[in-house]
């Protein structure tokens, strides 16, 4: 029987580019990437089964009732969940997994599985930051602001996660993650 894998949590303030590292780290095929499902609605150039399992409201409720969830939270009004079975089928096969998730869902995680590894990826700054989240053009101004109102919240826990990786470069923070992730593994 093969080692169980690893599983490994990567958060980031909304904006800290950590969209962008994630595709990076995708590239690499020892790593089994969960998909989860929001209930948010795709931003343009995002497709079903791809970034997202978009679903309605009302089954994201069912699904959380049914213990469909490995962990689920809402982030600025929208749900978010881990498929469970994907996650599983995937350590017991022996593969490393990498969930992208937010903060709640990550300490979530890590009561479930206390051995999974906590990454966290901010901006240098808090200017970068609202740069970031302006520059994308895919929120209302609106949403913006919920979103910065919620990363200042997170500064809070920060000091939970077992590695704070810096987004100034992408291919260094990229470089530095995949270095971790082999260290731990
Ligand atoms: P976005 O709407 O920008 O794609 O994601 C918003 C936030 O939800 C991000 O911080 C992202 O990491 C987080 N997120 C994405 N999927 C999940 C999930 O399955 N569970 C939780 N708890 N957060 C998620």
Not at 160 to 181: A, H
Request: hydrophobic share 35%; aromatic share 10%; net charge negative.
């Amino acid at each position: 029987m093969s080692k169980r894998g690893n599983l490994f949590v990567v958060s980031g303030f909304s904006g800290s580019g950590k969209g962008t590292v994630m595709k990076q780290l995708c590239k690499n095929e020892q790593y089994a990437l969960s998909i989860s499902c929001t209930s948010r609605a795709p931003r343009e150039g995002e497709t079903n089964g791809k970034e997202y399992y978009f679903i309605s409201h009302e089954e994201f409720v069912k699904r959380q009732a049914e213990g469909y969830f490995l962990e689920s939270a809402i982030y600025v009004n929208k749900g978010y969940g881990t498929p469970l079975g994907f996650v599983e089928e995937n350590l017991e096969a022996g593969k490393d997994v990498i969930l992208e998730i937010e903060m709640q869902g990550a300490l979530q995680v890590k009561k479930t599985y206390p051995d999974t590894i906590l990454i966290f990826i901010t901006p240098p700054d808090a200017k970068v930051l609202r740069e970031r989240l302006e520059g994308r053009g895919t929120e209302t101004q609106d949403v913006i602001e919920k979103r910065l109102a919620r990363a200042a919240q997170e500064c809070a826990y920060m000091d939970q996660y077992d590695y704070i990786v810096i987004n100034d470069d992408l291919d260094v923070c990229v470089r530095n993650i995949t270095d971790f992730i082999n260290y731990m593994s």
